[in-house]
């Protein structure tokens, strides 16, 4: 072998061997976002990603091979000077064969776990799972517990152990609730019913998002669900089915309780035991215990919610050209209220914060 | 003789060299032409990327706000499949097909050039949207019924209809055109079994784009009627059904992306050969192949819509037929090595395109094995992983197929060579930052990134990869500056290319570069397939022995030699695209009148057309 040929083998290995690194590097940093699929910690998580994991190493397998023949043969068969032409080879009809063949068996090994998996994740769990609708909306999602007459928006708690079978559709557009820790997506249809059934296995706090665009503020539409231990559950449900404390009078948040009922708010939005019985906007009955707000957006804090209340458009803005068109259409429907004065914001937000 | 030749072909077709180009009905120019453009729109489509990466580069980014955000993708979207991939296949095409069945033209010269004027009209449609700042904003698949008028009350989407509706035109009339050719003008002696592996994917893409497209436009006259006609086709509220769109929609796009990537496999199979020295492996298994793939690609159509819930049932039969087409599109990628395995492989820039094209090629085929895994899809579907797959099938892929044609064909069209040291250079840039670009993609999917999302919160594990990917996708940029520097300065003072640059295999290096108007002096009679090198072979090498006859153009009569009759140039097709695309205008802007004028325009000028002499 000639130096010059050898030099040149020398970089073709170094550069097979530095590329796998490189990439396979990726899996170190895996793992490491709350929405990362290879953390399951629920049955239909799990059996997505057990069956990913044997097509991807059947894959690096693949991979290997083929990248394999096409670089060494693009090595070893370079043209050298002098060389004759080569033998006019026009094909084999034993390898046409065998490599149609070989690539339908693997592919029927894959189909068979495939299909499976599909019937699994579509049987319907029977009486024993809880239910929960889950509505999608431009762009916020709503949940609410048929059994216990429970709405709540932006975060769910579910039991861990139990398997809960959601109802999803939409108000609106077709959207896509996704928590990859928990489960696969399915799509929120107006118009239509699908199901997502799950059963965690791992108390904790697992983050979604619509994974269906939306419209603009669609990279905004955030989740949040709570797996709960049973006695945490029906501790969160029993709060959630009393009706919240009224404030004390003479605090900021009688003050706010006053400006809230006769406020706008009330036509868009429901507190469970007073008069605001709107139903366009989230149910806040007890908005005072939940860790986010605005579509998920945003944490539950005091200042992040007066900011909101006086311009949530200017939060979550929509689509330019639609400026002055009725709100719902590609624009975010609560209004701003930019007459409200600091002190009012504060003391709407103590109402709220109150509502726990 | 040959001087006289010339010199009679130059004073029939030069005019103004504007008019000339605009009236042409040559198959070259026109293939010149959509090379041109495609070209340009490719670094318009390029910029939106930029923008895109720029904005995701970090966390809360504020560079564009959600509704600039939202038209910039689904431009780089519509632009990159319909204004870049398309045009470059009719590009070659165009050009190619002719010369690789022996032909003198395509069969409907003027049709071909209403083909390209529609496409160019269909395409400034679109892109005018930008000049109002309502740019199409609802993704390229546009799901109802967020496109509907209630959710998108913009002219956004009368532009996504509009200008797809003329591009769908202009695209039905070039696939009539190029089947009937391929059908109808090929040599004496060209079976179809003969034929380069090209025209064979031209021929069945021809045929999918017959019957693919049909279904996007009764689906966007549907979305028409729903969004100025106050109907409810999408409007679950009346009765109709968003999915409805996602089949009509699907039923095109799956298609649609077979058009998109089985010219770049003909055009990879015409080269491997050229450069390896060896015929194509296993000929006849490419073009069943080819058609086993054509065929099964009207059968998975609902993989794009595994989570819309339409059943476990119809989910499991297309996850089937989606591993079914897996195979024939492996059986090309062993034919392939096949092709180089045994041979002498000389390395330059096509060869290095056209090797670059299988290894990226095999990995977008093996993420897409994955997402036909329905549950593993349940994971994957909307998420950077999808994103990952088709930038490798469509960028590593089509995208690397159409630069290897680029310096493969640049010596015949142009007449000059483009520059083989600065192409190399540039092939490795472009792998370099397109691996850079699309690979963590893959990461991005596992940790739960969904895709069409203008910006995304600090702390979800995303800001590394989405950073290193936006440096990447800046290497793409300066890669295609490379590109776009090697065809200017070599246009403008280039080496000069012989006929056959490359020792050739099939007819189009049989005559000069450029060719002559007339292409072929003499009909070739072909006796196999590798038509020109079996002629090299039974000769000897060299330059094409045909004499060279005086050749009149038009309407002359004449009785010395032997006469060419080539058709004369038109002014009609370009009044009929300008009329179609004016009915558009007028529909987007919801302005009769102007919708009237187009009208009147596209029916005098058909008028015309029809009864233009010596036709």
């Not at chain 1, 000077?81 to 080879?89: H, R, S």
């Not at chain 2, 130059?10 to 959509?34: A, F, M, P």
């Not at chain 2, 609802?138 to 509907?148: H, I, K, P, R, S």
């Not at chain 2, 409007?235 to 059904?241: C, I, Y």
Request: charged share 10%; aromatic share 14%.
């Amino acid at each position: 072998m000639t130096g010059r040929r050898r030099y040149l083998r020398r970089w073709i290995w170094a550069a097979l061997g530095v590329l796998p690194v490189a990439f396979l590097s990726g899996c170190s940093f895996l793992g490491a976002g709350p929405q990362s699929a290879d953390q399951p910690h629920a049955d239909n998580a799990r059996l997505i990603w057990n069956l990913f994991v044997p097509i991807f190493w059947l894959s690096v397998v693949v991979f290997v091979i083929v990248e394999g023949i096409l670089l060494v043969a693009v090595v070893r068969f370079r043209r050298r000077p002098g060389q004759p032409m080569p033998q006019p080879i026009h094909g084999n009809t034993k390898l046409e064969i065998a490599w149609t063949l070989l690539p339908a068996l693997i592919l029927a090994v894959i189909a068979v776990p495939t299909i499976s998996g599909i019937a699994t994740l579509a049987q319907n769990p029977g009486p024993s799972a809880m239910t929960i609708r889950v509505i999608g909306q431009q762009w916020w999602w709503a949940f609410e517990y048929p059994d216990t007459g429970v709405v709540v928006a932006d975060e769910l708690h579910v039991p861990e152990g139990q398997t809960v079978r959601l109802e999803l559709t939409s108000r609106d557009v077709i959207h896509s609730f996704w928590v990859p820790q928990l489960a696969g997506k399915q799509d929120a249809v107006p118009g239509r019913t699908n199901f997502i059934n799950f059963k965690a296995d791992t108390p904790g706090e697992y983050d979604g998002q619509c994974a269906e665009f939306c419209g603009a503020q669609h990279a905004h539409m955030l989740f949040r669900v709570f797996v709960d231990t049973p006695a945490q559950f029906q501790a969160w449900v029993q709060s959630q089915e009393k009706f919240p404390a009224t404030p004390a009078s003479g605090t900021a948040a009688a003050a706010g309780e006053q400006l809230f009922m006769s406020g706008a708010c009330i036509g868009c939005h429901t507190i469970n035991g007073t008069k605001a019985q709107g139903t366009i906007g989230p149910n806040l009955t007890h908005f005072g215990s939940r860790t986010l707000i605005a579509g998920g957006v945003l944490s539950n804090t005091p200042q992040n919610l007066e900011a909101w209340i006086h311009d949530a458009p200017g939060i979550k803005p929509g689509q330019a050209s639609a400026q002055g068109a009725s709100p719902g259409h590609n624009q975010i429907v609560m209004p701003a209220f930019p007459n409200y004065t600091p002190d009012q914001l504060s003391q709407l937000a103590a109402y709220l914060e109150s509502l726990k | 003789m040959a001087q006289a030749a010339v010199t009679l072909e130059r004073e029939h077709y030069e005019g103004s060299r504007i008019w000339s180009w605009i009236t042409t009905v040559d198959h070259k120019r026109i293939g010149i032409l959509y090379l041109m453009s495609a070209l340009v729109f490719f670094l318009v489509g390029g910029l939106l990327a930029l923008l895109i990466r720029t904005q995701l580069a970090v966390p809360d980014n504020t560079l564009l706000g959600p509704d600039t955000y939202n038209q910039v993708f689904t431009t780089h979207g519509i632009i990159m499949i319909f204004l870049v991939v398309m045009p470059l296949n009719a590009a070659f095409f165009n050009y190619f097909v002719p010369l690789m069945i022996g032909a003198r033209d395509v069969a409907f010269p003027r049709m071909n050039a209403f083909s390209y004027w529609g496409f160019l009209f269909g395409s400034l449609l679109l892109l005018s949207s930008f000049i109002i700042k309502s740019a199409p904003n609802d993704g390229w698949f546009a799901y109802a019924n967020l496109t509907t008028d209630l959710y998108s009350p913009g002219r956004n989407m009368d532009f996504y209809m509009m200008g797809l509706q003329v591009l769908g035109i202009a695209s039905i009339a070039a696939a009539l055109n190029f089947f009937v050719t391929i059908v109808n003008l090929r040599a004496p002696g060209m079976r179809l079994m003969r034929m380069p592996l090209f025209v064979w994917m031209t021929l069945i893409t021809s045929v999918l784009m017959l019957l693919a497209f049909p279904s996007l436009t009764v689906g966007l006259i549907e979305l028409m009627f729903d969004r100025y006609f106050g109907t409810n086709f999408f409007n679950p509220q009346a009765g109709g059904d968003p999915v409805l769109w996602a089949h009509l929609f699907w039923i095109f796009g799956h298609p649609e992306v077979y058009i998109l990537i089985l010219p770049a496999f003909g055009i990879i199979s015409e080269i491997l050969p050229v450069f390896a020295r060896k015929p194509l492996f296993g000929y006849p298994f490419m073009v069943y192949s080819g058609l086993s793939i054509a065929f099964l690609s009207f059968g998975v159509w609902m993989h794009h819509m595994f989570t819309l819930g339409v059943g476990a049932v119809p989910n499991s039969v297309f996850a089937t037929t989606t591993m079914l087409i897996a195979i024939p599109t492996g059986v090309k990628i062993f034919n392939w090595l096949g092709t180089l395995w045994g041979g002498s492989i000389e390395i330059n820039t096509p060869l290095l395109f056209s090797v670059g094209f299988i290894a990226m090629f095999t990995i977008g085929g093996i993420s897409g094995v994955m997402h036909a895994a329905v549950p593993v899809d349940y994971w994957q579907h909307n998420s950077y992983f999808i994103v990952a797959h088709f930038h490798y099938v469509l960028f590593g892929g089509a995208i690397m197929a159409m630069m290897g044609a680029i310096y493969y064909w640049f010596p015949k069209m142009f007449g000059r060579v483009l520059n083989d040291k600065l192409g190399q250079v540039q092939f490795w840039i472009t792998l370099i930052g397109f691996n850079m670009t699309f690979f963590p993609m893959h990461f991005l999917g596992v940790d739960g990134m969904p895709r069409r999302i203008y910006t995304y919160p600090p702390g979800m594990g995303w800001d590394f990869w989405n950073f290193f990917e936006t440096i990447g996708a800046y290497i793409l940029g300066v890669s295609v500056m490379l590109l776009a520097y090697n065809i200017i300065t070599t246009l403008l003072r280039g080496e000069a290319a012989p006929a056959d640059p490359w020792d050739g295999r099939t007819l189009e290096w049989s005559i000069p570069s450029p060719p002559p108007v007339y292409n072929f002096a003499v009909v070739p009679s072909v006796h196999s397939r590798d038509a020109w090198w079996e002629e090299k072979q039974a000769h000897g090498t060299g330059a094409p022995a045909h004499a060279q006859p005086p050749v009149r153009g038009g309407a002359e009569e004449g009785s010395e030699g032997l006469s060419i009759h080539m058709p004369p140039p038109s002014y009609f097709p370009v009044l009929v695209a300008l009329g179609l695309a004016t009915v558009g205008a007028g529909m987007v802007a919801q302005i009769p009148v102007i919708v009237g004028v187009g009208m009147a325009l596209m029916v005098i000028s058909l008028y015309g057309w029809a009864f233009e002499p010596n036709h």
